[in-house]
Each structure stands twice: as structure tokens, then as C-alpha cells.
């Protein structure tokens, strides 16, 4: 039973949160404790039991030509390759551990784990709204941040910053907090729909969040939605 919650419920909410607090922790020291936890997390579903389907073969497909691809890469240049192997590594984990956590046979309910991200999505918003206003670096988090945004608007006072500046909140970019918080808005519309009062009130707080990302894809998805 402890399992079933853990691969359930608790990995991926410590995920999700390791992941969005991903540029905080690095100025910390603390560098993608979020790879560990899916590591973590992947070995323990296997260990609890998955039930692949016939579709993850094109999944397998996809590892196959990429391992192509490093092959021909070390062959060129050895050193390229690691780096490749690194990096490719990182962003092909993720799908890996979704494909991993859909088909565990635990029973994974993305609706509960939607419902539990929206305090921490909410604050993300609320903490954009705050850096646009008071504070870019939000609190000296941001140190390890490579945004020219960021580096430009710290070192200037708010009244030559105001106009051009775009909140990034925690995540790595406007254009990334911008569209994340903004999905979230139909996220949120579906969860918690027996909710109406605290729903609208949240899908307030991300569309004003999203809105000082300066993202100009917050407003194309509001328009879609609301057609």
C-alpha cells in the first residue's frame, strides 16, 4: 500500500515541486535534485511492476535512434558526445518517467496530483506578480539565473525596468512561466470544477500571473478558450 501511494501520488508530486524549484536550489548548490528523484522514482515502479502496451514501441524506437546518434557522435568527437549523452539524456527522462508512471500498475490518478500542483502553480503567479513590482531577483533566488531580463532589471531602478520587463517567477524564462501558468488556467477549470468559487478565484490569480510573463501565447490560448 505504501508503494502503491508512493509511485501514486508522492514521487511525482516531489517531482513536479523539485523540478519548478530547479533554479532556486542551484543557487544552493543543489543541482537537478529533480533527475535523482525521477531516477528514484522510475526504479521504483519497474520494482513495483509495469504493464507496457503495444504503442511504446515507438518509444523504444526513439532510444534506438538515439543511441544511433551518439554512436556516429563519438566516432566524430568524443568529448561532443558526453555532452550529448548528458543533455539528451535529461530531456528524454521525462517522457520515460511519464510513459513509466501512465502505465504503472498502481493505478496513477493525474486528477488527484493535478489538484495538489495548484497551491504550488498559484504561488508560482502570485510570486510573478511580485518580482514584476518589488523585486526581479526575487529575494537573490534568481543568482544562478542566465536571463539577460533578470541581470538587466536588477541593475536598474524600477521606473527604467517597468516597461520592458517580463516576470519569470521560478521557472527559467517569461516565455516558459508564461505558458505554464497559463495551462494551467484549463487545468484548473476541469479539477476543480465542484469548486466553482476557489476555481475562479485561482484561474484570477494564474491569468494575472501568466499576463506579466509579457508571453503573447497567455492571450492566444485565453481568446481559444473562451471561443
Not at 529575494?139 to 539577460?148: H, K
Not at 469548486?195 to 501568466?210: E, N, Q, T, Y
Request: glycine share 6%; with cysteine; charged share 10%.
Amino acid at each position: 500500500m505504501l508503494l502503491n501511494r508512493l509511485c501514486n501520488f508522492y514521487f511525482p508530486f516531489v517531482v513536479f515541486t523539485l523540478t519548478i524549484l530547479n533554479l532556486v536550489l542551484l543557487s544552493f548548490g543543489l543541482n537537478y535534485l529533480y533527475m535523482i528523484a525521477i531516477l528514484i522514482a522510475i526504479g521504483t515502479m519497474l520494482y513495483r511492476g509495469i504493464s507496457f502496451k503495444r504503442q511504446d514501441i515507438y518509444l523504444l524506437f526513439f532510444w534506438f535512434v538515439y543511441v544511433c546518434f551518439i554512436i556516429l557522435h563519438i566516432v566524430a568527437d568524443f568529448s561532443s558526445a558526453i555532452h550529448l549523452l548528458i543533455g539528451g539524456g535529461m530531456y528524454i527522462l521525462f517522457p520515460f518517467y511519464w510513459l513509466c508512471l501512465f502505465r504503472c500498475r498502481s493505478g496513477f490518478d493525474i486528477k488527484k496530483l493535478l489538484r495538489a500542483t495548484l497551491y504550488p502553480v498559484a504561488l508560482l503567479a502570485l510570486l510573478g506578480v511580485y518580482q514584476y513590482h518589488f523585486d526581479p531577483g526575487l529575494f537573490g533566488l534568481l543568482s544562478q539565473s542566465s536571463s539577460n531580463n533578470i541581470r538587466w532589471a536588477t541593475e536598474n531602478d524600477s521606473v527604467v525596468y517597468l516597461l520592458f520587463f517580463r516576470s519569470t517567477s521560478l521557472l527559467s524564462s517569461p516565455q516558459v512561466y508564461g505558458l505554464f501558468i497559463i495551462l494551467y488556467l484549463f487545468i484548473i477549470e476541469d479539477v476543480l470544477s465542484d469548486r466553482p468559487v476557489f476555481k475562479r478565484l485561482l484561474m484570477l490569480i494564474c491569468f494575472v500571473g501568466a499576463a506579466y510573463s509579457g508571453n503573447k501565447m497567455v492571450y492566444l490560448l485565453v481568446l481559444i478558450y473562451i471561443g
